[in-house]
């Protein structure tokens, strides 16, 4: 499965979740064909979180809140176990704990 299969279904899967917790989130894919890239956005209240991943396994997580407040994160490669296990949680401590920057 590509990652950007991956994280799509990820997304689909916390339909529900998302809601429960009043996370709205996008996922949407570039059009760029010469450096694919794949983007998922979660929002709730006053916080944000963008994670954006190239073809190349290279991504960017972002999490930030209206005070300004920005933490960035660069993974090498989401393609290995270790690496996306880590965005993953990431993910879902967003949607469920949400702990305040």
């Known amino acids: 499965m590509h990652i950007f299969e991956l994280l799509h279904a990820w997304h689909r899967s916390m339909d529900t979740t998302l809601r429960a917790f009043d996370v709205d989130g996008c996922f949407g894919c570039s059009s760029d064909d010469s450096n694919p890239s794949c983007h998922l956005n979660l929002r709730c209240g006053d916080e944000e979180l ?3 991943v190239w073809d ?28 996306i296990a880590v965005v993953l949680s990431q993910l879902i401590e967003f949607v469920v704990l949400r702990p305040r920057l």
Do not use: C, K, Y
Request: charged letters at 25%.
């Open 50 to 52: 963008d994670l954006v």
């Open 56 to 83: 190349s396994g290279e991504a960017e997580l972002m999490r930030g809140n209206i005070a300004g407040v920005v933490h960035q994160a660069h993974f090498d490669n989401v393609r290995t176990p270790d690496e």
